[in-house]
């Protein structure tokens, strides 16, 4: 397994693929179970609130059967609750998830999940949302300031609250948002809102 760096945004970055060759294409399932089991020991490791970076940018091709096997999965399991508190995002230039690496958007799309994809891996604000995400998530997530309470929010995007909470609890389920709960000293439970990675001044 190729030893991790730790760049300013991340605590950890992996070149993809981890276990197989990048000179080979990226297209069998076995394959894509071997790599999603690297990125699950490598969500294991990392300290709850720690985001793992996965740079795809030097991958030269992988098919849908691949991305699904690892993207999809991954994505799926996340959703699931499974490695609580760690955040995976990917790297990778706009361009190529159009191009050669389409397959892991549309992964996402047709299994109705998202992933946030940075373009530079030393600049939060190349930020994006890959996959399937509605245009009102889309725009709750960018009105996201940390500490934000459903309450805040609501108020900010000028929406009900119940619908508040819907959208922040899609949207940190799929590891897009970081929520975590505020002390009780008002009597009742009530979380708090981050955005995963810190946008740049």
């Known amino acids: 397994m190729t030893a991790p760096s730790k760049p300013a945004v991340f605590e950890v970055l992996l070149r993809f693929p981890q276990c197989t060759s990048k000179e080979e294409p990226l297209a069998t399932r076995e ?18 609130g720690e985001v793992v970076g ?5 991958v030269r091709f992988i098919n849908y059967s691949f991305s699904d096997q690892v993207f999809g999965k991954l994505c799926g399991r996340l959703w699931a609750g499974e490695h609580p508190d760690r955040f995976i995002v990917l790297v990778a230039p706009r361009q190529d998830l159009e191009n ?5 958007p549309v992964t996402l799309k047709n299994r109705k999940l998202a992933m946030l994809c940075l373009a530079d891996p030393e600049d939060p604000s190349t ?16 009105a996201v300031r940390p500490g934000d309470t459903n309450e805040e929010l609501a108020e900010r995007l000028d929406i009900k609250l119940t619908t508040c909470i819907n959208r922040t609890d899609k949207l940190s389920r799929m590891r897009l948002l970081r929520k975590s ?3 009780r000293e ?3 439970r ?12």
């Not at 394959?31 to 709850?48: F, H, I, K, T």
């Open 31 to 48: 394959d894509g179970q071997m790599e999603l089991s690297c990125l699950e020991e490598a969500l294991e490791a990392a300290a709850p």
């Open 54 to 58: 996965v740079d795809v940018s030097g």
């Open 100 to 104: 050669r690496l389409q397959d892991i």
């Open 127 to 142: 930020q994006e949302v890959v996959g399937e995400l509605s245009k009102s998530l889309r725009e709750t997530l960018r």
């Open 181 to 183: 709960e505020r002390d």
């Open 186 to 188: 008002s009597g009742h």
């Open 190 to 201: 009530q979380f708090e809102f981050s955005p995963v990675l810190p946008f740049s001044e």
